[in-house]
């Protein structure tokens, strides 16, 4: 079982921000993009895996699993639904890590059987960044899905700060993914540097 790059995960919408926080040491960022028209798309996605590469930052893209193939992108992030239509066969055969989310017991028996390389559950407490039927998971959760998936690494996801980065990790996760806790934050790379602090990750 691989264990993935850092046990911060920063989740972000655009080229730059890979660039930003890849500068400030975040070594796995997903790049996470909705509505864009495709051209534009394709070009942001080039941009971020080209700021990944200058910063050795392990590049997740979230849903497009066509362009992650076909850019080989190192990992790519499906939620249930994107698991309807995803090629699981092509996007292992061209090598690509695959993550996928959870919120449920049976979404989690559908992630195992597509052999991912880590699952993520959440939202382990109330998110703002986008409506979900589900409600907070807390962190017992986490410790449960850890039980169940055992050396299959865990990611976290869902209204996580830096304060709640270290009962996350506590109860099990492997690795801690946030969105507004750096996008939104008045120091999106110090708050990089307090997330590896508060993890106990040595700054690249
Ligand atoms: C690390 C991580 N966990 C969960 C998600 C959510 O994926 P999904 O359910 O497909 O929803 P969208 O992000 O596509 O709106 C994620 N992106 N990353
Ligand atoms: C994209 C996403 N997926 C979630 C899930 O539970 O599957 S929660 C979430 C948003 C996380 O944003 P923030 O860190 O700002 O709460
Ligand atoms: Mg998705």
Redesign the pocket.
């Known amino acids: 079982m691989t264990s993935l790059p850092q046990k911060i995960?920063p989740?972000v919408d655009t080229a730059l921000w890979v660039d930003r926080l890849g500068s400030a040491g975040a070594r796995f960022i997903?790049l996470?993009i909705?509505d864009l028209p495709e051209d534009e798309l394709l070009a942001e996605i080039r941009a971020a895996h080209a700021f990944a590469k200058k910063h050795g930052v392990c590049l997740?893209l979230?849903?497009y699993w066509q362009i992650a193939v076909a850019e080989g992108i190192d990992y790519l992030?499906?939620?249930?639904?994107?698991l309807d239509t995803a090629d699981l066969e092509a996007i292992r055969k061209a090598g690509i890590r695959l993550?996928v989310?959870t919120h449920s017991h049976e979404e989690l028996t559908r992630a195992l059987a597509c052999k991912p390389d880590y699952v993520?559950l959440?939202p382990v407490w109330p998110t703002r960044l986008?409506k979900m039927p589900f409600g907070p998971q807390g962190t017992e959760r986490l410790t449960e899905w850890k039980s169940l998936i055992g050396d299959l690494p865990l990611?976290a996801?869902g209204g996580i700060t830096l304060e709640r980065l270290r009962p996350c990790l506590d109860a099990g996760a492997d690795s801690v993914?946030a969105v507004s806790d750096f996008t939104q934050h008045a120091d999106p790379e110090g708050q990089v540097k307090a997330w590896l602090a508060e993890a106990g990750e040595a700054a690249p």
Do not use: F, P, T
């Open positions: 995960y989740v997903q996470r909705k997740v979230n849903d992030h499906l939620g249930q639904e994107d993550g989310s993520a959440g986008k990611v996801i993914a």
